[in-house]
């Protein structure tokens, strides 16, 4: 994989089951993951805490050891709108193909850095999480927060 490549980005639902995919281009190969860039080319979409606009700018970083991914938004503009943090288990990636099972919890960072966990009843209620993976994502939140707390890379980046 060199940077400059395309990638094809598969988001898997908790059964495993493929809910959607993106392109995206190779910006960096890690040593134990990816970081992507990518347009939302979808319609706007109101999440309440921030809109995604057609045409916004993701910069995102999968890992292959980490249970989340990250997302640094900008608007076209440039202007830093926050990160959309992912938990979900670690990314299969392979030659041109990224895949990662979502595991429902999430973590909105604004641009202050105000922190707002999402969709904890989905992550409760779903059938599929077993008590190992759940715990396993509760620590991974718990990594993020700190990680934002501190300002550890991509936090603080924008």
């Not at 990816?34 to 809109?51: D, E, H, I, K, Q």
């Not at 105000?114 to 904890?120: I, R, Y």
């Amino acid at each position: 994989m060199q940077p400059g490549e395309q990638m094809v980005v598969w988001k898997l639902n908790t059964r495993g089951e493929p809910v959607t995919s993106y392109d995206a281009t190779l910006e960096q190969v890690l040593p134990r993951g990816v970081v992507l860039s990518a347009r939302w080319t979808r319609p706007p979409l109101a999440l309440g805490y921030t809109t995604f606009d057609t045409g916004d700018r993701f910069r995102e970083w999968f890992f292959t050891d980490r249970w989340y991914n990250i997302f640094a938004i900008a608007g076209e503009d440039g202007r830093h709108k926050g990160w959309y943090c992912n938990i979900a288990e670690p990314a299969h990636i392979a030659e041109g193909i990224i895949s990662c099972r979502d595991l429902l919890l999430d973590l909105w960072v604004d641009g202050d850095y105000q922190m707002q966990v999402l969709d904890e009843d989905e992550f409760r209620a779903d059938q599929y999480l077993t008590n190992e993976i759940r715990a396993q994502a509760q620590s991974a939140l718990a990594e993020l927060s700190d990680r934002v707390r501190m300002r550890i890379s991509p936090f603080g980046e924008r």
